[in-house]
């Protein structure tokens, strides 16, 4: 089973920018789709970002111009740079290992303690 750990998170102003850390455990993860997610208070946990094993990656309507997700293979970890932060994107976010198939990114492991974005207007 993949660990997963997020880290990066924090207060921001809107406008702002944050980069988020997700590190991964195992052998296998440049052959793994990876995808981050995120859960604001009282919603449900929605998908954000991909990026497959190949780099290709794909967005969240919401998210798409102001987000970008990218791998580091040799350190196991993916990341997201946010920026253009809204008030609408405060949430704990999420990583994980997805499953890819006719756009729909299904997380497969367990999930991590996320990590918190506050985004204040």
């Known amino acids: 089973q993949v660990q997963l750990v997020e880290s990066g998170g924090g207060l921001v102003q809107a406008g702002g920018s944050l980069r988020l850390s997700c590190a991964a455990s195992?052998?296998?993860?440049?052959?793994?789709?990876m995808g981050w997610y995120r859960q604001a208070p009282g919603k449900q946990r929605e998908w954000v970002a991909g990026?497959?094993?190949?780099?290709?990656?794909s967005y969240a309507d919401s998210v798409k111009g102001r987000f970008t997700i990218s791998r580091d293979n040799a350190k196991n970890t993916v990341y997201l740079q946010m920026n253009s932060l809204k008030p609408d994107d405060t949430a704990v976010y999420y990583c994980?290992?997805?499953?890819?198939?006719?756009?729909?990114?299904?997380?497969?492991?367990?999930w991590g303690q996320g990590t918190q974005v506050t985004v204040s207007s």
């Open positions: 994980n290992k997805v499953f890819v198939y006719l756009s729909r990114w299904s997380p497969l492991e367990s």
């Open positions: 195992g052998s296998t993860f440049r052959t793994n789709a």
């Open positions: 990026i497959t094993s190949g780099g290709n990656t």
